[in-house]
């Protein structure tokens, strides 16, 4: 009932920080008992005229202080070890779904439902915080604290004692036929929930259209009427669950109001006296209250039963094997061999093969939506792809341990991120290399000239590089990739913000690179494809044609078209 052993199991740390927590409860309870076990022995000696003066302040006195004192003492303790509880657990379980992600090794990118589950999981540590925090202790602190009672009390009454105890688990029981009602009812709830925002987010979005065709105000209606049906349901559930409190206060109170009428009973029969009968009668809705606590903190078990089973979907998701390859230094080539891609069961990439030899420049162009990124994307090692389709130094790209990919394979997109700091602090994350090798780069990529009138390298970028403009952006992304020595490099739009003069020089720049690295240049201008050693035209995930410009123009129709519109624009025809 709402306690899994196996989240337990996960967070095992937690079982002493709950224990703990408690124990300190139950003192602190036990020091409340003895304050009223006092005061009700002080008010039948008061009433038989017992009490001499001396006794009420070196006896009486210290006790009420000291119990006051230690109770307040271990209240504070409690707050505090369901504090550590709820921290511990939110620690160990971040970690653990961190440690998951990384052995995923990103496998989830490619997949929404599993991206989803990510997100989820990670939102539910939150949740999983107070059901350990709150729910967990209150559990056993409710089924400890009416035994305690009863141990107490039995030895001067026992079939008051007796009744009390066995009342407490009228309360579970009437939540359990409660819940069994609520049920349908919530699922129902829940149904309409999400109906509802369906609808509202598909006509906020298709607003534009509704209201073109001046169909909006049906859609109106509609919603009115929706919202309305979702209201009534909305009370039902709401009405259901004051009831469900309503019948937990009955049990509860009903049930105090038995001990304590025994109770009275006993004490008109003469079998205890006036002290006990008042104990009784003060302690006797202590039975219930942590039970009736526990009940207001059902929707916290729920939740926590539903977010832990997310988490544990994570956690059972099957993980690649542990890859052990590593590329070899020196010079790679890149084979795609039948190529085929999906996102989420959609295919982008049809069957493609491309043979890109080591030290060459191979563009690759095509409209936007053909699937260049995204073929980016496989090589670099982002996307995940099967098996035996793409191979670097002949090496099955499965089977290449992640970080020696990033090693190797440089990647810079058009949108490249920048982060805060210094322009130094963006260029050493590659490389610790020396200012002059820094500032030589800076030059290439044609950026030293703008800072030399900013800060140098020290010129401070905002978060994202907001500072800059989208071409000053790219071309510190370049001039990052450009250190960073690796043997592969892929350019997808890299040059998009930046101006055809200055695009001209990098590119021959990347031309002089094709020497010694191996190129993948991805563009919509046709005019930096031209001196490439091959060029791959993508057309809807197929491969139009291969070869060097001149082929492409024969093969291709879309390369020949593209490449005339451009011409014309461009004033080289
Ligand atoms: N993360 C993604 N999830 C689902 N579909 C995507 C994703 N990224 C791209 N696509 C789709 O894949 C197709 C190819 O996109 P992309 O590779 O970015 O094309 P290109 O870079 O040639 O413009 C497009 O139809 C796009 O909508
Ligand atoms: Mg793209």
């Known amino acids: 009932m709402m306690i899994n052993k196996r989240l337990i199991g996960l967070v095992p740390e937690s079982k002493k920080a709950i224990a703990m927590q408690v124990t300190v409860q139950w003192l602190a309870m036990i020091c409340n008992i003895g304050l009223i076990t006092a005061s009700c022995y002080l008010l039948q000696e008061l009433y038989y005229r017992n009490v001499t003066s001396d006794a009420l302040f070196t006896l009486y006195l210290p006790v009420f202080i000291i119990a006051i004192f230690l109770r307040s003492i ?81 030895p001067f009454s026992f079939k008051p004692a007796l009744a009390l105890l066995i009342c407490v688990p009228l309360i579970p ?46 859609r109106h209606e509609q919603m009115n009427e929706e919202a309305e049906k979702f209201r009534k349901i909305t009370m039902k559930v709401l009405t259901m669950q004051l009831n469900s409190i309503t019948i937990m206060d009955l049990v509860a109170y009903g049930g105090a109001a038995l001990g304590i009428l025994l109770a009275l009973f006993e004490y008109r029969s003469g079998a205890i006296s006036i002290f006990v009968c008042m104990a009784i009668i003060l302690l006797s809705a202590d039975f219930f209250l942590p039970m009736r606590t526990l009940g207001s903190y059902f929707h916290i078990a729920m939740n926590g039963m539903a977010a832990s089973d997310k988490i544990f979907k994570l956690l059972d998701l099957e993980e690649p094997p542990i890859k052990t390859v590593q590329l070899d230094k020196g010079e790679k080539g890149i084979r795609i061999d039948h190529l085929t891609f999906d996102y989420d069961g959609k295919e ?3 069957d493609l093969s491309l043979n890109i030899k080591a030290n060459t ?48 394979i440089v990647t810079v997109s058009f949108d490249s991120y920048l982060f805060s700091g210094t322009v130094r602090d963006n260029l050493v994350l590659v490389n610790h290399d020396s200012d002059e090798k820094m500032i030589e780069v800076l030059k290439k990529v044609r950026l030293w000239d703008f800072l030399c009138e900013e800060n140098g390298l020290d010129t401070v970028l905002q978060e994202g590089g907001n500072n800059l403009s989208g071409g000053q ?46 190129i993948l240049l991805i563009t919509h201008r046709l005019a930096n494809a031209v001196g490439a050693d091959q060029i791959a035209v993508l057309k809807d995930g197929y491969l139009d044609a291969l070869g060097t410009h001149e082929q492409c123009l024969k093969q291709s129709e879309q390369y020949a078209h593209l490449w005339q519109t451009q011409a014309a624009l461009e004033g080289t025809i």
């Open 348 to 350: 982008i990439l049809h």
């Open 473 to 518: 952006r790219q071309r510190l992304s370049l001039a990052r990739a450009l250190l960073h020595d690796g043997d592969i490099y892929i350019f997808d739009e890299a040059t998009s913000n930046i101006d055809s003069e200055s695009e001209n020089e990098i590119m021959s720049l990347i031309g002089e690179m094709a020497h010694t690295k191996t």
């Open 361 to 408: 420049f191979m563009a690759i162009v095509g409209e936007s939506g053909s699937g260049k990124s995204t073929l980016a994307n496989c090589i670099n090692g982002v996307l995940k792809t099967k098996e035996k389709m793409i191979y670097i130094q002949e090496k099955d790209i499965t089977e290449i341990k992640a970080s020696s990919l990033h090693q190797n």
């Open 74 to 154: 271990f209240m504070k303790l409690s707050v505090r070890s369901s504090f550590q509880a709820s921290h511990i657990v939110k620690k160990r379980l971040r970690r653990m779904i961190m440690e998951k992600l990384i052995k995923l090794e990103g496998h989830y990118m490619n997949n929404s439902s599993t991206a989803q589950l990510v997100q989820l999981s990670t939102e539910g540590i939150e949740q999983l915080e107070t059901y350990f925090g709150s729910y967990l202790p209150q559990f056993f602190f409710a089924m400890l604290a009416p035994v305690t009672l009863f141990v107490i009390i039995a």
């Open 173 to 218: 029981i009437s939540i359990a036929l409660v819940q069994t009602f609520a049920k349908k009812l919530l699922s129902k709830y829940w149904g309409q929930y999400t109906a509802l925002g369906d609808s509202f987010l598909e006509n906020l979005q298709g607003l534009t259209t509704l209201k073109i065709y001046q169909s909006d105000a049906l």
